[in-house]
């Protein structure tokens, strides 16, 4: 029996191979082109993608050499702090810690103003207090008497002839003292020469010339009004300001009062030594308290001039 001939769906088959044979070679150009176009992105996906690993490693770059540089830096940091560290423990187990320290620096300090005041004599920046650590206690314990000398040598070896000569030159370079000068320099002349009485004489009404001046006051001026004017320069109230002891002996000891006939209580009374009331006055260490009150002043009242310059 032939199965071809009588075979119903012979053409059936045969039509479907025709078929089959009709779409072979567009699909294979169609994966052929696929295939192409995958290659053409996959090139252009590598190339970007090798590009974005270039930049992000020069973005790096810099960000880890700045790393490795601050490493260094902690690195080579590291024996100092340690150091440091060391000396605060050695500081700290000898003189406790910086609250303490600074709490002990500021008693110091205002037993230094309290004995100066006690002295009458003016606190002054050049002085260093810790020079006078515990001879405040000593003074209470045992009396004026027994430390007063002590004291004043060693205020007179503080200030010695070329540091008043500093001080006056530096007045020299205060444009409104220039009227004055020729004044200041006879007075700080006779303190170097030992005239004492005329260092004092001569200097003792600059001082009142210059606070009614800086504080452009006209007029008549009473003991009240030169009271304020001292009081509006010697202002300052830190922790470590000289300006509250400067202004009690400003107060209490330039201007104090006097009744002719009477003790006369301040050794630098401007008004008992410019009346003729004084005749004990002329002396080195009274002279000085005239200098270092006058040089103090100037400091302040020429830097409230640079503030109001400015």
């Given at each position: 029996m032939n199965w071809d001939q009588n075979d119903p769906y012979k053409e059936f088959r045969r039509q479907q191979a025709v078929i089959r044979q009709a779409f072979k070679n567009p699909v294979r150009e169609w994966k052929r082109q696929q295939q192409a176009l995958e290659n053409v992105l996959n090139i252009s996906m590598r190339k970007m993608m090798k590009q974005q690993r270039e930049f992000k490693s020069l973005m790096e770059s810099p960000f880890r050499d700045l790393q490795?540089?601050?490493?260094?830096?902690?690195r080579n940091m590291k024996p100092i702090a340690d150091y440091l560290n060391q000396q605060q423990d050695i500081i700290q187990r000898s003189f406790g810690t910086l609250p303490k320290l600074l709490k002990k620096a500021s008693k110091d300090f205002e037993q230094y103003k309290k004995l100066m005041i006690k002295l009458n004599f003016p606190p002054h920046h050049d002085m260093d207090y810790k020079d006078f650590k515990g001879i405040y206690e000593f003074y209470i314990a045992n009396g004026e008497e027994e430390v007063e000398e002590k004291i004043y040598q060693?205020?007179?070896?503080n200030y010695f002839d070329s540091?008043?000569?500093?001080?006056?030159?530096?007045?020299?370079?205060?444009?409104?003292l220039d009227k004055r000068i020729?004044?200041?320099d006879e007075s700080i002349t006779n303190y170097l020469e030992g005239r004492y009485h005329s260092a004092i004489s001569t200097l003792?009404?600059?001082?009142?010339?210059?606070?009614i001046e800086r504080g452009n006051v006209t007029g008549y001026v009473s003991q009240k009004e030169m009271k304020r004017l001292g009081e509006e320069v010697l202002k300052d109230t830190g922790s470590f300001s000289l300006d509250d002891a400067v202004k009690l002996f400003y107060?209490?000891?330039?201007?104090d009062s006097f009744k002719h006939g009477q003790i006369i209580k301040s050794p630098l009374s401007r008004h008992a030594i410019l009346h003729g009331a004084d005749t004990k006055y002329g002396y080195k260490m009274n002279a000085l308290r005239c200098i270092l009150f006058f040089d103090y002043l100037i400091l302040k009242l020429n830097g409230v001039n640079r503030n109001l310059d400015s």
């Amino acid at each position: 029996m032939n199965w071809d001939q009588n075979d119903p769906y012979k053409e059936f088959r045969r039509q479907q191979a025709v078929i089959r044979q009709a779409f072979k070679n567009p699909v294979r150009e169609w994966k052929r082109q696929q295939q192409a176009l995958e290659n053409v992105l996959n090139i252009s996906m590598r190339k970007m993608m090798k590009q974005q690993r270039e930049f992000k490693s020069l973005m790096e770059s810099p960000f880890r050499d700045l790393q490795e540089q601050h490493l260094q830096l902690l690195r080579n940091m590291k024996p100092i702090a340690d150091y440091l560290n060391q000396q605060q423990d050695i500081i700290q187990r000898s003189f406790g810690t910086l609250p303490k320290l600074l709490k002990k620096a500021s008693k110091d300090f205002e037993q230094y103003k309290k004995l100066m005041i006690k002295l009458n004599f003016p606190p002054h920046h050049d002085m260093d207090y810790k020079d006078f650590k515990g001879i405040y206690e000593f003074y209470i314990a045992n009396g004026e008497e027994e430390v007063e000398e002590k004291i004043y040598q060693l205020i007179l070896n503080n200030y010695f002839d070329s540091k008043i000569k500093s001080y006056y030159e530096n007045w020299k370079t205060i444009g409104w003292l220039d009227k004055r000068i020729a004044i200041l320099d006879e007075s700080i002349t006779n303190y170097l020469e030992g005239r004492y009485h005329s260092a004092i004489s001569t200097l003792l009404p600059q001082i009142e010339g210059i606070i009614i001046e800086r504080g452009n006051v006209t007029g008549y001026v009473s003991q009240k009004e030169m009271k304020r004017l001292g009081e509006e320069v010697l202002k300052d109230t830190g922790s470590f300001s000289l300006d509250d002891a400067v202004k009690l002996f400003y107060i209490d000891c330039v201007l104090d009062s006097f009744k002719h006939g009477q003790i006369i209580k301040s050794p630098l009374s401007r008004h008992a030594i410019l009346h003729g009331a004084d005749t004990k006055y002329g002396y080195k260490m009274n002279a000085l308290r005239c200098i270092l009150f006058f040089d103090y002043l100037i400091l302040k009242l020429n830097g409230v001039n640079r503030n109001l310059d400015s």
